[in-house]
């Protein structure tokens, strides 16, 4: 017999929040109540996966539910603010608890990491979707907003850029040489960089995580702020996975620009900071990279390797 919505609940979602001061109410009343400690405003962020369209029909109920949370730990890693609390709306074909044990299980492992509660949700039945609102807070005004990148600031990056989407390129492939597993790692367990973004509170001026590709994601910063931007096609950071796993240098940068679902952080600092941002890179589970610098000039420019410079539209990548 099918298991009840109630039992489903209490099953696979129920659990004892571990920030027992601020999450005054969770699962199983009509709504949850929260508190943001003394002298912090609340964040929130919400993104929605559909089966199909953000990830494909069999993926792993494990990494479906890490993958819901990372990417909404993510727009919070962005916003340099503390995770603390997130909501669950669950659409469902069905209440199969041999999806339903891995999916809690990849999501409460993540959710275990970063110290935040489920508090709630919603459960339904029909096509699979998996919707996470999140909390988070900030000191008052110190959240990394897009808007603020200024004329001079430099611009990095965490990690590697590309895996994720050389990642969706070879998973129809099912190779199982290292290269090619740790790009569809990247691709299906994203790591969100929320220790990063807190540290950048002060040292940023502005900040956006990469979901939908470098020059979309960088495109937005831009625009916000309205500045340009020279990017230097020899700094962008490239692993030696994506180098080993794909062979053509052009279609290793179209993965690098215009591939999405990195979920690294793309983030502007000026000058007079950048000491201090060096001085991070020790206490760093991530790599930063200089890419590039903000400019007067409005949109992007792209310097190649041999230096010449181009003028690039935020997706005009087509020609590579
Ligand atoms: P209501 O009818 O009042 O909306 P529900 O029966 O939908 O209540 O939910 C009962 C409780 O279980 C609520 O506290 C709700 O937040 C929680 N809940 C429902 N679905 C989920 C879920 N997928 N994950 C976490 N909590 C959930
Ligand atoms: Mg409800």
Redesign the pocket.
């Known amino acids: 017999m099918p298991i009840t ?1 109630f039992e489903l ?1 209490e099953r696979f ?1 129920k659990r004892k929040p571990t920030r027992t001061r601020e999450i005054i109410l969770g ?4 709504a ?1 109540v929260v508190r943001a400690p003394a002298g912090y405003d609340t964040v929130i962020a919400i993104d929605m996966l559909n089966a199909g369209i953000h990830f494909p029909p069999d993926t792993a109920a494990a990494d479906i539910g890490y993958k819901a949370l990372a990417v909404n730990l993510s727009d919070i890693a962005a916003m340099g603010a503390i995770p603390a609390w997130f909501t ?1 709306a ?1 659409s469902l074909p069905d209440a199969d608890e041999a999806w339903l044990a891995p999916f809690s299980e990849g999501m409460f492992a993540l959710a275990a990491q970063h110290q935040v509660d ?1 508090i ?4 339904t039945r029909g096509p699979l979707s998996v919707t996470i609102q999140i909390g988070g807070w900030v000191k008052p005004d110190q959240y990394l907003p897009r808007a603020g990148a200024q004329v001079g600031d430099r611009i990095y990056v965490s990690g590697t850029l590309g895996d994720a989407a050389a990642g969706l390129a070879l998973l129809p492939q099912q190779r199982k040489d290292s290269a090619a597993l740790h790009l569809v790692t990247r691709l299906l367990r994203p790591t969100p960089r929320v220790a990063l973004g807190q540290k950048l509170v002060t040292i940023a001026n502005a900040c956006i995580d990469i979901s939908d590709g470098l020059t979309a994601d960088l495109g937005h910063i831009l625009q916000a702020s309205a500045v340009g931007a020279r990017i230097q096609q020899s700094a962008i950071p490239i692993s030696s996975a994506l180098h080993e796993a794909v062979t053509n240098p052009l279609e290793i940068l179209r993965y690098a620009l215009a591939g999405g679902d990195d979920y690294e952080l793309c983030f502007t600092v000026p000058a007079a900071k950048v000491p201090q941002l060096e001085n991070l890179r020790n206490q760093l589970d991530c790599s930063i990279t200089q890419i590039g610098e903000i400019t007067q000039s409005p949109g992007l420019q792209w310097v190649s390797v041999n230096g010449d410079v181009t003028r690039l539209a935020p997706q005009g990548f087509q020609h590579f």
């Open positions: 919505e609940i979602f699962i199983g009343d009509d949850a669950l669950l489920l709630g949700g919603d459960t």
